[in-house]
């Protein structure tokens, strides 16, 4: 049995920012760090105090996390970044509604007493003597404190108070992983039984020392389960300053998702039900488990509930038939075919869903390239008159304003050479989209033949497919690169009017022309003859798409999303060489270009380089940060390998920012996930000089003095599949509609089972003959005795977990 936990995290925008720049304005970005770790960074919005964002993640994370941080900072080109604000958010405050936060909240000033981090090991006893009680306190070491000084590093000691009495440690200069080995003694002075205080200092030459964080033990636990153990450490206690939305606020969406995973055996008959379900007539089921869960669900949940259908059914080999379903059901309720899968229905969103888990590297090839050349080249395109700046070319070519004429004429030639690759780049990519996604849509074609026979419906079989891989996938990911990971960063304002230009062609395309020259939008019409013959050649390309053999196949075991040889990441990054002599660190890195599959991550000096060396990706036991002190270099990471005889070598890289580095670690640690023999501690530090940089310690072969962090990494398309998890997820949103299948096909039976009962039935149930009601009570009988057995065995588990536990702080 395993715990999941995960954070959805959006940072949607802000509002009422103060100016920190001389102009009047300032240029906003947000970090967002989980216990003191930073996790994303958005993109900096340039001379804003509105910034909007719209980014959102998803962290994979352990389950004894403490608090979510969102810090809003002003990005300077010189010096260092002006920090504006503050949100923290605990984990009990995120758990506290199971729909999440979402909501804007102000930011409050930060205060570095605050910004405390790290633990401290103690091992506390109460002994008696002829003299009376003493308190010996153990002061071991303490790890991942809170770096104060410009080094990166701190110089920290211990201040133990008990009653009227304080001791002090050794100060351990520039480290953040301290090892005292110190024992303190304190007597008890008469009076009230007193708490015991460890605080962390870092001691400074000049000005006063700062405040790393402590811990209080209250007279009752030392007297009967004294501490001996790591401790988290914390700030002062105060109250919680309110800045009045004088800092400005954010409008934010959190949610915590933790659930328990049973072993794969008992969702073996859920999972059953869940793969009958596809394989029976759609139209008329009311039952089961999909038609249940398509009826419970809406919005947001809907869209996690689709992602996880889509893996589940991708894993058995039964993701077409899944869609099919959906596809009947939804053609079953239509009745005008302009409505067709227009809404945010199930059927859609998982359609949108699976493309996005079969398709993105597909995507990848099609678009990047055009986009590439979009954000580099930085060309100012405009259409619409009411927003052309005329003056702008003037300053740009300094021969005088140009006609708004002329600068159509400029646009549109600049819109063509990128919507003309565009075009070209995916009707030539019949032989590059991926068979299960082909053949969805050829029998989303048939369905829809089908259901519209008509000569005035001749198109829709058209539009279906074109609506999902138009309008849902190339289009979204034109104007939004960065979501669907084609770029690092979103766009500036010019850049992103002239995706929004593009997306706007393509969505045109995708629409078949319906809608051409309709609507408000008219300026767009210099474009219309090209589009119109696009039109015609997107027709032809969607009869090549569906034009497919074969079938998936069905009920297979469960398989990886993306095969171990396709490349997940690749980019260049900065590797540390092998023991390099005497060289200065920036001469010790060297630019090589890295790519990562599932068997290897190997490297090169440049993409087009014949000769590539590689590591073996079975062969990593950890990937983790790199303290910036180790090296002066931010951003870096090591990826920690054992070969075959039991030696560690570590591998150290540096990537090009933040992010970057978070994706790495990321990629490489889901690609490493299912390798024996993790190591649980590592070294933050580098061993330089005959000594490790981040605790100091003289032996190479020293215990890692920090944990590592397998277990985090950020959701996306090439997430593994998790057949349990994924049924898991299922089952509780099955438990929402347990009361409502108990009540609509079970209750009403038993009181009167006679004939007239049966047809004073409404809803779906109306007008259906006895022999279908009798197989829909079946089916729901059916279903609520599975999820009746799945909530015993989590009781079950739940209860053995409790006996199980014990009491008492974590041990080294």
């Known amino acids: 049995m395993a715990k999941i936990s995960s954070l959805n995290v959006r940072v949607v925008e802000g509002r009422a920012l103060p100016a920190k720049d001389v102009s009047g304005s300032s240029d906003p970005y947000c970090i967002v760090k989980v216990d003191d770790e930073v996790v994303a960074r958005t993109a900096t919005v340039w001379r804003s105090l509105s910034p909007f964002w719209g980014e959102e993640y998803t962290v994979h994370l352990p389950l004894d ?92 000691f211990a201040r133990v108070f008990w009653g009227s009495q304080s001791l002090e440690t050794s100060t351990i200069k520039k480290t953040r992983f301290p090892h005292w080995d110190e024992v303190l003694e304190l007597r008890e002075m008469p009076g009230a039984p007193s708490p015991l205080r460890v605080e962390l200092w870092d001691w400074d030459m000049v000005g006063k020392n700062d405040f790393l964080g402590m811990v209080e033990f209250p007279p009752k636990v ?197 919507l003309g690759p565009i075009v070209d780049a995916i009707v030539g990519s019949v032989g590059r989209c991926p068979p299960a996604m082909r053949l969805a849509f050829k029998r989303l074609h048939q369905r829809v033949e089908e259901r519209f026979p008509q000569d005035e419906h001749k198109d829709v079989k058209y539009l279906a497919i074109s609506g999902f891989l138009f309008l849902r996938f190339f289009a979204p990911a034109i104007l939004t690169p960065k979501l669907f990971d084609l770029r690092d960063h979103h766009a500036d304002p010019q850049t992103g009017r002239s995706l929004l230009l593009l997306a706007k062609a393509v969505q045109s395309i995708g629409n078949l022309g319906q809608q051409l020259g309709q609507g408000k939008e008219l300026w767009m019409a210099p474009l219309h003859p090209f589009l119109l013959q696009s039109i015609l050649r997107v027709r032809d390309f969607l009869d090549q798409l569906v034009d497919v053999d074969g079938e998936e196949e069905a009920g297979g075991p469960a398989r990886a999303l993306v095969p171990p040889s396709v490349t997940v990441r690749e980019g260049y990054l900065l590797k540390r060489k092998e023991e390099p002599a005497s060289l200065a660190t920036r001469f010790a890195f060297k630019k090589r270009y890295f790519w990562l599959s599932g068997e290897t991550l190997s490297y090169a000096k440049s993409p087009d380089w014949q000769m590539r060396s590689s590591i073996p990706v079975s062969h990593i036991r950890a990937v983790e940060r790199v303290d910036e002190g180790a090296f002066q270099l931010p951003h870096v990471m090591q990826v920690v390998t054992q070969d075959g005889s039991g030696t560690l070598h570590t591998t150290y890289l540096q990537c090009k920012n933040v992010n970057d580095l978070n994706q790495w670690l990321s990629a ?39 944990h590592t962090h397998s277990a985090v990494t950020l959701g996306d398309w090439s997430d593994p599949l998790d057949p349990d998890a994924e049924t898991q997820m299922v089952y509780r949103q099955l438990l929402l509609g347990r009361d409502q299948l108990r009540m609509k096909f079970l209750e009403d039976f038993n009181m009167d089972s006679s004939p007239e009962a049966d047809m004073e039935d409404s809803g779906a149930m109306e007008g259906a003959c006895p022999d279908a009601l009798a197989g829909q009570r079946e089916a729901a009988s059916r279903l609520l005795e599975v999820l009746e057995d799945l909530n015993r065995a989590h009781e079950e588990f739940q209860q053995q977990e409790q006996r199980k536990a014990v009491s008492g702080p974590r041990g080294p």
């Open 65 to 156: 996390f403490h608090h979510l941080a969102f810090y809003v900072l002003d990005e300077d080109t010189v010096g260092h970044d002006d920090i504006i604000g503050k949100i923290s958010l605990s984990r009990e405050a995120i758990a506290a509604d199971p729909r999440g936060i979402d909501s804007w909240i102000n930011l409050s000033p930060v205060d570095p007493d605050a910004e405390v981090q790290g633990e401290i090991y103690l091992a506390v006893q109460m002994l008696e003597d002829v003299r009376g009680r003493c308190l010996r306190c153990h002061v071991l070491k303490a790890r991942d404190l809170a770096p104060r000084d410009i080094s990166g590093t701190s110089d920290p």
């Open 222 to 418: 030392l007297q009967q389960n004294p501490p001996n153990g790591w401790f988290r450490l914390l700030p002062f206690p105060r109250a919680e300053e309110d800045s009045g939305g004088s800092l400005g606020a954010l409008r934010l969406k959190v949610r915590l998702l933790e659930d328990r995973v049973l072993p794969s055996r008992c969702y073996r008959p859920l999972l059953e039900l869940l793969m009958e379900s596809v394989l029976q007539p759609a139209e008329e089921d009311v039952s089961s488990p999909l038609a249940v869960l398509e009826e419970l669900t809406s919005g947001d949940c809907r869209q996690d509930l689709a992602t996880k259908l889509a893996k589940l059914f991708l894993g058995q080999g039964l993701a077409g038939p899944f869609l099919d379903y959906l596809t009947r059901r939804e053609l079953a309720r239509t009745t005008d075919p302009n409505t067709l899968f227009r809404s945010n229905s199930l059927a859609s969103k998982s359609m949108e869903q699976f493309m996005k888990l079969v398709g993105m590297p597909y995507l990848h090839e099609v678009l990047k390239p055009v986009i590439s050349r979009v954000f580099e080249e930085k060309k100012y395109i405009e259409l619409d008159p009411c927003k052309m700046d005329l003056g702008r070319t003037k300053r740009l070519s300094f021969k005088g304003t140009s006609s708004e004429e002329h600068v159509r004429e400029a646009s549109l030639g600049l819109l063509m050479g990128y």
């Open 668 to 706: 490489l640690r889901k690609a490493s996930a299912p390798n024996p023999d993790k190591l649980a501690t590592c070294h933050p530090g580098a061993f330089r000089g005959a000594r490790w940089t981040c605790c100091l310690q003289a032996e190479l072969s020293a215990a890692g003095c920090s």
